[in-house]
């Protein structure tokens, strides 16, 4: 009896551990900020450095991530941006990236957007008189 008690004691005291990391994971998660400039990420147009090391850098728009990007391209192994449509994490080079009227971030007049999809993107465009613009992340322009 005390056994089986000390089993469902252990148990509960599981379950309220694993309940605080899901809540510590979640508020950090929301807490993210720019590591160029501390803006707050809105993670549908955010920028992910992925270093050598193991590392991760994050940007809460292109504009930063450009900013940042230079000085870091040596120690990048891959970049991933935010697919503007679903929020997935795409590789920058897949990405289709357009320059428009609409400012992501006001914070540092982001214009630029990224779509995993042509067709999201030749949306985007039509829509807020956007042009075509190349990777500014391409790791392969040394
Ligand atoms: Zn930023």
Redo the contacts with the bound molecule.
């Keep these: 009896m005390t056994l089986k008690k000390g089993w469902i004691v252990s148990f509960i005291i599981v379950v309220i551990v694993l309940a605080g990391f899901v809540w510590a994971i979640k508020k950090g998660a929301s807490s993210d ?7 707050r ?1 809105e993670p549908l147009y955010a920028v992910y450095f992925f270093l050598q090391d193991g590392s991760e850098k994050k ?3 292109v ?3 450009s ?1 940042s990007f230079s000085a870091l391209k040596k120690q990048i192994k891959v970049v991933r941006v935010a697919d503007e449509s679903s929020g997935a994490k795409i590789i920058a080079s897949q990405a289709f990236f357009v320059e428009s009227e609409v400012v992501t ?1 006001p ?2 007049k ?1 214009r630029i957007h990224a779509f995993a999809k042509k067709e999201d993107a030749l949306n985007h465009l039509q829509k807020f008189k956007g042009r075509w613009i190349e990777n500014p992340l391409d790791m392969s322009i040394k």
């Design positions: 900020r720019c590591d160029y400039d501390g803006t990420i940007f809460c728009s504009v930063c991530a900013m971030v914070h540092i982001n």
